[in-house]
């Protein structure tokens, strides 16, 4: 994502990753033009496979994540994190 993703504080619930997946979130990857601001996340993220490059909001950032939550549950081998 290269744009601006403003949640207005809303809350995503019942989000979820279960299938095979790497650089996993709620947004797979922020661009460094990326902006995500004001959101939460409530869900369960458990990707099959290498189970690498995971988050709650984003599964790799190079942009901007700015008040933004998650709650829930990831499993994860490597560079895993709840944001």
Known sequence: MAGNFNGNGHTIKGFEIVNAASESGFIRSVAKTGVVMDLKVEGYIA??????NIGGIAGINYGTIENCTFYGSILAKEAVGGI
Do not use: E
Not at 47 to 52: E, T
């Open 47 to 52: 990707p099959k496979g290498s189970m690498k």
